[in-house]
């Protein structure tokens, strides 16, 4: 696999996975415009995050029976439609069900990843799987950048239309650069192939394990994410949207930091990298706490979290792809339910304490999710059964 296809592969995927996160910094005009409660703007992003569960399950194991040339390019126009339809919504109902449509054809994104891991050479497979998710954090960081931006210059909707003109450039990009495929593929039907998803969990621990670590590690992040806006909108500090976004870039310079994290599975460092990851991650709450008196240490904050949770997830799928080859795409889709669920448990809790709590109790809550997620780690590292010996691991 070409570096330039890997680039490639990354901008796409950071194109597809920031439409489920542009609401994020936009949660204050929504609730303005359409009448929902601040309490309960966090539905959102839940429902979103639900959907793209949803299509994690339904969708993405068909990678493993279709043709990825041909499949991906018709979610990402089908991804098109959804957009538009968000970003012309006359209600909320409508801009709900066009939210839900955008989370369900979103996994495109976990689709060109394990595209991406069969192309790659196996000494290079973390490498390669560490630049291509590099793109989604960054694309799922920079959505609030770009949400912000656009929402100051031309209001909400024309971050959705804006979106499906350049998803549609990329579809077309995408037809025309993806390679044939000549592969054996599993003799299953479509229920099979989705029932075969649960088989691996029964199957394979360190699936499961590593499925709970991204469940863990994903709240933390969205707990962040989705409640930051309210507190940077409010008095004292009533920055603008595109002010919030920024800091979208602090947690992207984060986020490519923790590219080596994939290299550092290739040689397995898989579970130091990850040990020291979530410490870190545990460790970002307390700049985070400060946000209301210092801006300096929420963006330190923020690299820290952004970081540890980027090296987390590089290391966990460069780990469980090593264990099936021929089920990547499967694997992905497990894998991924547990992000989903994660994020969306996350986004709801974060503005419901925040509401009942404010900002001390929204990084309380991190804080606890986070020391979880070390606990966890450390607890399922004592056990040698967890890290097959084949994965050349360092437990």
């Known amino acids: ?52 569960a949803s299509g994690l399950l339904l969708l993405v194991p068909l990678g493993d029976l279709l043709n990825r040339r041909r499949l991906i390019p018709g979610l990402m126009l089908l991804s098109v439609l959804a957009l538009v ?8 109902t409508v801009l709900l069900i066009g939210l839900a449509a955008v989370g369900l054809l979103a996994v495109v994104t976990q689709v060109l990843v394990a595209f991406a891991a069969a192309l790659a050479a196996p000494v290079e497979r973390g490498r390669t799987i560490g630049l291509v998710i590099s793109g989604v954090v960054i694309g799922i960081l920079l959505a609030r950048t770009f949400a912000g931006v656009w929402t100051d210059l031309a209001g ?27 592969r054996e593929r599993p003799p299953l039907s479509y229920l099979q192939l989705l029932r075969s998803v649960c088989g691996l969990f029964v199957q394979e621990r360190i699936l499961r394990v590593r499925a709970v670590l991204a469940l863990l590690i994903f709240a933390a992040f ?26 979208g870039l602090a947690g992207a310079a984060g986020a490519l930091a923790a590219s080596r994290a994939g290299r550092l599975a290739d040689r397995g460092q898989g579970q130091r990298t990850t040990g020291v990851s979530l410490t870190l991650l545990l460790a970002s709450w307390l700049p985070i706490g400060y946000t209301e008196h210092s801006l300096l240490a929420l963006i330190v904050g923020i690299l820290l979290l952004d970081l540890a949770v980027q090296a ?48 001390n109790g929204v990084c309380w809550l991190g804080a606890a999710v986070s020391a979880s997620a070390l606990s966890f780690w450390a607890l399922t590292r004592r056990s040698r059964a967890v890290w097959p010996t084949s994965l050349g691991d360092d437990s």
């Open 222 to 247: 969205s707990i962040l994410w989705t409640s930051l806006v309210l507190p940077l909108s409010s008095p004292p500090l009533s920055l603008s949207h595109t002010a919030i976004g920024a800091f």
């Open 1 to 52: 696999m070409s570096r330039y296809t890997a680039l490639l592969f990354a901008a796409a995927c950071g194109l597809a996975v920031a439409n489920i996160y542009y609401a994020q910094p936009l949660l204050d005009a929504l609730s303005s415009e359409f009448g929902i409660a601040p309490s309960s703007v966090g539905i959102v992003i839940t429902v979103t995050q639900i959907c793209y």
């Open 312 to 359: 987390v997830h590089v290391t966990n799928q460069s780990m469980i792809y090593n264990v099936r080859p021929e089920a990547r795409s499967r694997l992905t889709a497990g894998y991924m339910v547990f992000y989903s669920i994660g994020s969306a448990a996350g986004s709801i809790a974060s503005t419901r304490v925040y509401a009942y709590a404010g900002w």
């Open 85 to 92: 339809a968000v970003g012309t919504a006359p209600t909320g």
């Open 156 to 182: 909400w909707r024309s971050v959705y239309l804006v979106s499906a003109a350049l998803t549609l450039v990329m579809a077309g990009v995408l037809f025309r650069v993806l390679p044939h495929e000549e």
